[in-house]
């Protein structure tokens, strides 16, 4: 099955900028949807933003305009460009993947990349 490995998390100061790369294990399956998803302790993970293979994109509203991500198609990976990063945006960040949208799809997680934002 395919694997999802996350990088790029680490320790920034409020203001600053921080990029997130997921790279998919295995091209055999085609990844339809790629994204990213977040979950700060004690609460419930939530999504962040994701990317369909035609460029779609989805954000939530706390990170429009300061977040942006991308898909290269052919290596299967999926990065985010975060700016004017807030205290509010620590979190572990987990890449997601799809192979489609039917009830058939399967789902595949990254294992997580931690991302803390000082004030």
């Known amino acids: 099955q395919v694997q999802l490995v996350e990088s790029g998390g680490g320790l920034v100061q409020a203001g600053g900028s921080l990029r997130l790369s997921c790279a998919a294990s295995?091209?055999?399956?085609?990844?339809?949807?790629m994204g990213w998803y977040r979950q700060a302790p004690g609460n419930e993970r939530e999504l962040v933003a994701t990317?369909?293979?035609?460029?779609?994109?989805n954000y939530a509203d706390s990170v429009k305009g300061r977040f942006t991500v991308s898909m290269d198609n052919t290596k299967n990976t999926v990065d985010l460009q975060m700016d004017s990063l807030k205290p509010e945006d620590s979190a572990v960040y987990y890449c997601y993947a799809t192979n489609g949208i039917s009830v058939e799809a399967t789902n595949f997680w990254g294992k997580g990349t931690r991302v803390t934002v000082a004030s």
């Open positions: 295995s091209n055999v399956f085609r990844l339809i949807i």
């Open positions: 990317i369909n293979s035609r460029g779609r994109t």
